[in-house]
Antibody, heavy 119, light 107 residues
Framework: QVTLRESGPALVKPTQTLTLTCTFS??????????VSWIRQPPGKALEWLAR???????YYSPSLKTRLTVSKDTSKNQVVLTMTNMDPVDTATYFC???????????WGQGTMVTVSS | ETVLTQSPGTLSLSPGERATLSCRAS???????FAWYQQKPGQAPRLLIY???SRATGIPDRFSGSGSGTDFTLTISRLEPEDFAVYYC????????FGQGTKVEIK
């Protein structure tokens, strides 16, 4: 059974750096063509793709956020970490991680973690 | 970046009725790289359709997808009470983008 779970702070202050961890099971990022993506959703709004990391350590970022995002993986721990710098109240959202086979859709999602940016 | 525009924004229908949701892309999307998701309040999105017309595991056959190029459609043949939700289209041919969603609500 494939599962993903996001974890991180529920509240961050403006200008701080957000660090989120996606811990997964049931698949490996050592497996060819396997990837993990991050997607976010502000309250009441649509989904927005943020970043993807591949089994071979290739990384892809949203063009509008690429200067603020870094994604990394620890295959020994089955974890993917997303950092977002210079947080702003408009970054308040639920952040999801999802398994993403290469060339495929976001097929399995975590439950999401809500992050509020406020002083 | 490919912009996806969904219509209508809200669809008000009764159980048993047919729902037709549209998604238009700002540039052509290869059929293999188009998907639909369902999201209920407080839940993560769930993959419904991938590759334009293939149902994901466990998705009932009342859900079907079609389309090509810039115009794609999700059809729910007969709405069940559990189908009232928000639906998002998504492409992964040119980066990864989502539509703004269509809410299917009970009339």
């Amino acid at each position: 059974q494939v599962t993903l779970r996001e974890s991180g702070p529920a509240l961050v202050k403006p200008t701080q750096t957000l660090t989120l961890t996606c811990t997964f099971s049931g698949f490996s990022l050592n497996t060819r063509a396997m990837c993990v993506s991050w997607i976010r959703q502000p309250p009441g709004k649509a989904l927005e793709w943020l970043a993807r990391i591949d089994w071979d350590d290739d990384k892809y970022y949203s063009p509008s956020l690429k200067t603020r995002l870094t994604v990394s993986k620890d295959t020994s721990k089955n974890q993917v970490v997303l950092t977002m710098t210079n947080m702003d109240p408009v970054d308040t959202a639920t952040y999801f991680c999802a398994r993403t086979p290469t060339g495929g859709p976001f097929d399995i999602w975590g439950q999401g973690t809500m992050v509020t940016v406020s002083s | 970046e490919t912009v996806l525009t969904q219509s209508p924004g809200t669809l008000s229908l009764s159980p048993g009725e047919r729902a037709t949701l549209s998604c238009r892309a700002s540039q052509s999307v290869r059929s293999s790289y188009f998907a639909w998701y369902q999201q209920k309040p407080g839940q993560a999105p769930r993959l419904l359709i991938y590759g334009t017309s293939s149902r994901a595991t466990g998705i009932p056959d009342r859900f079907s997808g079609s389309g090509s190029g810039t115009d794609f459609t999700l059809t729910i043949s007969r709405l069940e009470p559990e189908d009232f939700a928000v639906y998002y289209c998504q492409q992964h041919d040119n980066s990864w983008t989502f539509g703004q969603g269509t809410k299917v609500e009970i009339k």
